[in-house]
């Protein structure tokens, strides 16, 4: 390989890595945002996103991504490659994120809570100081997880014609006919990307320790 | 209002799935007094601290914390949310199983609320809590974190919390029945302490000695009914019922 394939192949890994942590980061939030709205229980509103929450987990990502590519101009919008592929990517990363959210809501100590309302704390004054901090730290393995089979999914954005790290290797093999060399690098490269995260999740136990009362 | 009472309780009932746990209770808790409330289990004591700064919400009766309503108003419309957590500040709480805050510093258990709740500036609040986990000879672990306290030591950093917001009275659940036995003393020295300065409190024990020693009232429940109040020598020596008197018999 020369440097021409390294670096269209860093350029394959620079657009997984973006599409995928905007994914992330959105997705993180919204599934947080979610997690907040099914707590308060409001009726239809609470349905719907139960309907969501199981269809996204339930379609695979290469048929979310092409339905909000080829189903956005019959609305009249003009999607972006980028812009459905991160469609895509949240949608289906969100709903499992409100599941590990929702998980962390349920699963907060009430004693901790009710603690908090005898020093007069209002509940978004708890929520922020109180239970955020704590479910984030107990969350974050499952999110981590989550993040990394989104990142391992993501290849499924190439459906669309996004150049991914996946889609490269192809392209770099059709030209110099070697198909092992790129996919090799291609993998060493996914594993830097994951093993990144893998890191954030090992701080995260270490510091969840001290939950454990 | 220096002459209204501390808290003030009303013909309090609560039921919970259709079992009465109080029935038209009445107590009065003047500012620096001392109230301890004894009772065997399950008849009540807990749910009663619990309605005084509303986790729990009574069915029927009325809770005044310094004169003022707790939970609804005359008319008995639901307080705003805000008001709410402005009065239940005004109450501290100190639970058996001492509920600190596990991520947060002792130092930081004890500034949060003055800080988030009633927006006392930084460095005051650390100088207050400073003082106070000094009180209960908390000072020398201001930067531990609550897993690394024994029992006795996590209940006094939870005592420097609720003294932390200076409310108005102290509620005590049974602060001292999930500690070892040697651990017991210096959480009631703490509070024995706190009673001597003239906080207003409110104790839920099974101390009887501490009860006797400390207290300008002993209450006794039994089924949600007070049976039985007095000053804490003539409870002690000469009870007014058979009830009362087993009880005593038991704990000896
Ligand atoms: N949230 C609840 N839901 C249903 N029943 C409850 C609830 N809380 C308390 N009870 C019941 O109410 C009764 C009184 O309970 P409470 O906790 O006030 O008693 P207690 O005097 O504090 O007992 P203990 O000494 O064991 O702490 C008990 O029969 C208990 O089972
Ligand atoms: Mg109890």
Known sequence: MNAQTWWLLLEGAWTTAWISGVAIAIGVVAGLAIALVRMARIPVIDQVLV???SLARATPLVTLVLFIFLVAPTFGIVMNRNIAGIMALTLNTAAFNAEIWRAAFLSFS???????????????????????????????????????????????????????????????????????????????????????????????????????? | MPDLPAVAIERLSKSFNGIEVLRDVDLTVNRGEVVSILGSSGSGKSTLLRCINWLEQPDRGAIRIGGQRIGVDDN?????????????????????????????????????????????????AVRTARELLDKVGMAHKMEAYPYTLSGGQKQRV????????????????????????????????????????????????HEMEFARAVSDQVVFLDKGIIIERAAPEQFFTAPETERVRKFLELKQ
């Open chain 1, 110 to 213: 009430r004693e901790q809570k009710e603690a908090a309302l005898a020093c007069g704390m209002t509940n978004g004054v708890i929520f922020r100081r109180i239970m955020l901090p704590q479910m984030f730290t107990t969350s974050l393995p499952g999110l981590v997880n989550e993040m990394s089979f989104l990142i391992k999914g993501s290849p499924a954005i190439a459906v669309i014609g996004i150049v991914d790290l996946t889609r490269v290797t192809n392209r770099i093999s059709a030209v110099t006919y070697e198909p092992l060399p790129p996919i090799l690098a291609a993998a060493a490269l996914y594993m830097i990307i994951i093993s990144m995260l893998l890191k954030l999740q090992d701080m995260a136990e270490k510091k969840a320790n001290r939950l454990t009362m």
């Open chain 1, 51 to 53: 309907i969501y929450i």
């Open chain 2, 76 to 124: 008995g419309r639901r307080m705003p949310a805000r008001e709410l957590a402005a009065l239940r500040a005004k109450t501290g709480m100190v639970f058996q199983s001492f509920n600190l805050w596990p991520h947060l510093t002792v130092l930081h258990n004890v500034t949060e609320a003055p800080i988030h709740v009633k927006g006392v500036a930084k460095k005051e």
């Open chain 2, 158 to 205: 939870a005592i420097a919390r609720a003294l932390a917001m200076s409310p108005e009275v102290i509620l005590f659940d049974e602060p001292t029945s999930a500690l070892d036995p040697e651990l017991v003393g210096e959480v009631l020295g703490v509070m024995k302490d706190l009673s001597a300065e003239g906080y207003t409190m409110v104790v839920v024990t």
